[in-house]
């Protein structure tokens, strides 16, 4: 995937000078090696300048992983630690950092192999937190050095989403569709969260789509188009200007990020895109979200943003889908009732018009789109990628900001039923276990609007991490609670 940070973390030791320092050298180095046979050894990079006793040290250390292309931090507890110099380093690190600390091996070693990194771990939360420094600290940080390797590894993804978001770009085109204030979209939070906002029109968008016309890089991706699409192409009459398109969002975002390092679009795509550019722009939304530029639809700078956060997290391609429909019942009954374990209020259909990868589709056709052509000719509605979504599991979610700019999110892990979904778009029918409550408790009581996003896989534990550290209240984080946990606006008598 392109558009998305490598990430290289720094292990940083340290030791409280009256403890020995063996103990945090020997440590790391087995830390290490139990990530190195277990992981990619590129995620990370042991710092060897020295062990952290004090500020001095912090700042050589410092120094060193800044040298070594590091921009992720673990701060290793090798035992208790000097908890003024372990947290400057972190203060003063430029990246996410992690803090973790080393569990004792063996009960035959505890007079001077003993530690007390178990105690240290509070005195360094304590101290992050009086200095209003941001760490994140797994569940339960102390473990074996298998175990501290894999609180790592579980840390590359949320590191991953942090640092793009610190150099992400959103481009929009055009103000909201009428009738479309779900997709409100207060900035501040954005400058909050260090993202920077780029608000065009789509008459700006259009004189560029006009100025790529007769583009010599159009027939290569024309011929891509058809590669890709092979039997599905339908509409290969409107290849050549999705292709111009397509050229036309690139090169956009190459001379418009700026100082930043990845960028995800908020695209318009009606009600006066089809009639003036004279096609949809759907297959085109798909295929850069296949590549990790997210597209999202209707000009949905917050759904832009968490389809960003999913691509980091996944590495792979994400999409945005409305939370579309319910599941009829003679459906439910003849295809999922004895084959699934979900109630039919359990299940759902989540669909956009075509903007989904057809790497995440079990089928795929490139055809108009049936809702604009009930209205319109229906050769302008051309361009829509349709198909149902491939079964397995799936990540819902969304972060977004209120209207009185308050963050808010939500996460749920469900799947994809491989159930046909006899209907047209790119469209799959979801089940999210307690789906009837979240969608009373959360989703509408929350005030969200209709977008998701969808990661393909779960990835709830990473997702939420990331949002505590970029500051959402986890009062304000919600999830499908199961049953006998009611929400706070639940009747208990319901």
């Known amino acids: 995937m392109m558009n998305m940070p490598e990430v290289k973390i720094g292990i940083v030791a340290v030791s409280r000078d009256c403890f020995p320092e063996s103990l945090s050298v020997n440590r790391r180095k ?10 990619d050894e590129k995620n990370i990079y042991e710092c060897p300048v020295c062990i952290v006793e004090s500020e001095i040290h912090m700042v050589q250390a410092l120094e060193d992983i800044k040298a070594a292309g590091c921009n992720a931090l673990v701060v290793y507890l090798g035992n208790f630690g000097p908890e003024i110099s372990e947290t400057l380093l972190a203060k003063h690190f430029d990246g996410p950092a992690m803090f973790i600390a080393a569990a004792e091996e063996s009960g035959n070693n505890l007079i001077q192999g003993r530690g007390d990194a178990y105690c ?15 760490a994140y600290i797994p569940e339960y940080p102390v473990g074996t050095a298998q175990e501290c390797a894999d609180m790592i590894e579980e840390f590359v993804p949320i590191a991953r989403g942090i640092i ?35 608000e065009n029109s789509e008459l700006d968008l259009f004189e560029a789509f006009n100025n790529h016309a007769g583009d010599a890089r159009i027939p290569e991706v024309v011929k891509d188009m ?53 096609f ?45 429909n319910s599941v009829p019942a003679d459906l439910y009954q003849e295809d999922i009732k004895g084959n699934y374990e979900y109630a039919q209020k359990e299940t759902f259909m989540g669909f956009h018009c075509g903007n989904t990868s057809s790497k995440k589709l079990s089928f795929c056709e490139m055809k108009y789109q049936l809702i604009m052509a009930r209205s319109l000719p229906e050769e302008v509605t051309q361009g829509t990628l349709e ?33 046909a979904t006899r209907s047209f778009g790119s469209i799959g029918i979801f089940a999210i276990p307690e789906m009837n409550r979240f969608y009373r408790h959360v989703l509408i009581e929350k005030n969200f609007p209709h ?5 393909f896989g779960h990835f709830g534990k990473a997702l939420y991490e990331i949002f505590k550290y970029i500051g959402v209240d986890v009062e304000e984080i919600g999830f499908n609670q199961p049953k006998g946990m009611l929400y706070k606006t639940e009747n208990p008598f319901a």
Not at 120 to 134: E, F, H, P, Q, V
Not at 294 to 315: H, K, M, R, W
Not at 405 to 414: D, E, F, P, W
């Open 120 to 134: 240290g771990m509070l005195n360094a939360s304590y101290n992050l937190k009086l200095r209003n420094i941001k």
């Open 280 to 324: 949809v722009p759907c297959y085109v939304n798909s295929r850069l979200a296949g590549r990790g530029i997210p597209v999202s639809c209707e000009v949905d700078i917050y759904g832009a943003l968490s389809e960003f956060i999913g691509t980091c997290v996944s590495n792979d391609a994400v999409t945005l889908l409305d939370i579309n």
């Open 164 to 198: 793009g978001l610190s150099q992400l770009k959103i481009i929009s085109f055009g103000p909201r569709p009428l009738n479309f204030l779900a997709c409100n979209a207060p900035i501040k939070q954005l400058y909050n969260l260090g993202v920077e906002i780029e």
């Open 30 to 39: 087995a830390l290490v090696e139990a990530y190195k046979a277990k992981y």
């Open 387 to 419: 198909g149902d979504i491939a079964p397995g599991d799936i990540t819902f979610f969304r972060l977004q900001s209120t209207a009185d700019n308050i963050l808010r999110a939500y996460i749920a892990h469900g799947e994809v039923l491989p159930v």
């Open 226 to 278: 058809e590669s890709e699409l092979g039997a599905g192409n339908k509409k290969p009459e409107i290849l050549e200007k999705l292709a111009q398109y397509e050229l036309t969002l690139l090169d956009w975002i190459e001379a418009h990020k700026g100082y930043r390092k990845y960028v995800a679009i908020a695209g318009k795509c009606w009600p006066a895109f089809q009639t003036q550019f004279g």
């Open 451 to 455: 977008h998701g996003a969808v990661a």
